[in-house]
């Protein structure tokens, strides 16, 4: 690793783990698992291998919403998949997703098991699935699964841009910082235009596009990701704040951000997920009293 501002690049790059960076040892320039481990199986037809991160939250929001709906079948198992630890480079999990990131999803309940990765296609395909939070018109539709794709475009310069070189980077570098900020920003006003004239982002029905966005720009307008928010002056979006607040007070949404969380209160705090008891009974706070 290097903090020169002046770095030539090799002719021929060579990967070196230790570089410094928090991630170091989660990433890696090549697929396919580095040991061999099983992955558990709970009793209902949806088994989530999953961590709260934003693309995490994603899918556990749109299970709890499908579960306030009342579709049973949406019930579902959460294990934690602590990435921190490589759980992502087991063979099992990289049997369902061999990108080894998560959310991955294995649906139980067809004649043969359907893996399903990538939080994006998760969303539509439970949302096809349960025919709910997807609109049925065609230009509806269209301009759901628009938002939905901005957003699996979009995020990368949030996470992986800004959000890595603001906080995580060893090395702060005022280039790739100013460079993200104003990648960010741009995006912010994006939505907070689209959202003056729209109550949601697919107008006024809530949809999996509002739950693929919210994780990501809701979540960094109040300041849950990053610590950002008066660097980016997100309090100056006003719309997208009040899409923000509004989407964060769904009991579902409140539910969902819990589920594999292992940061924050410990009431908050929910590793797994097997019954909806378990958010009475099996949040951190309650398992340390015991």
Not at 69 to 89: K, M, S, V
Not at 109 to 137: C, H, M, Q
Request: a negative charge.
């Amino acid at each position: 690793m290097t903090d020169k501002t002046d770095y030539t690049p090799p002719k021929v790059w060579k990967w070196e783990t230790e570089n410094g960076g928090e991630f170091a040892k989660t990433n890696r320039p090549i697929a396919g698992p580095t040991h061999d481990k099983i992955l558990p199986v709970g009793k209902h037809p949806l088994q989530l291998y999953s961590l709260g991160t934003p693309n995490g939250v994603k899918v556990t929001i749109m299970l709890e919403e499908l579960l306030a709906l009342g579709h049973a079948g949406a019930e579902y198992d959460a294990h934690l998949i602590r990435i921190g630890d490589g759980d992502q480079f087991g063979s099992g999990f990289v049997d369902i997703n061999p990108n080894s990131k998560i959310p991955a999803l294995m649906d139980r309940s067809t004649a043969k098991p359907t893996r399903v990765f990538e939080s994006g296609s998760i969303l539509l395909y439970l949302a096809e699935k349960f025919e709910a939070f997807l609109p049925t018109d065609h230009a509806q539709r269209t301009e759901c699964l628009s938002w939905l794709f901005w957003q699996m475009g979009s995020a990368p310069y949030l996470g992986g841009g800004f959000g890595h070189f603001y906080v995580y980077a060893p090395v702060k570098i005022e280039y790739c910082i100013d460079r993200f900020t104003m990648e960010v920003k741009r995006q912010l006003d994006v939505m907070d235009r689209h959202l003056a004239d729209n109550q949601y982002m697919c107008g006024d029905t809530y949809t999996i596009a509002d739950i693929a966005i919210w994780p990501w720009y809701g979540a960094l307008v109040q300041d849950i990701v990053y610590g950002a928010s008066e660097f980016l002056d997100t309090a100056s979006y006003k719309h997208v704040n009040r899409w923000a607040d509004q989407i964060a007070e769904r009991k579902a949404v409140k539910r969902g951000r819990m589920v594999n969380r292992t940061s924050g209160p410990l009431d908050e705090q929910l590793h797994e997920r097997h019954d909806a008891s378990d958010f009475e009974n099996k949040t951190q706070d309650k398992l340390a009293a015991v």
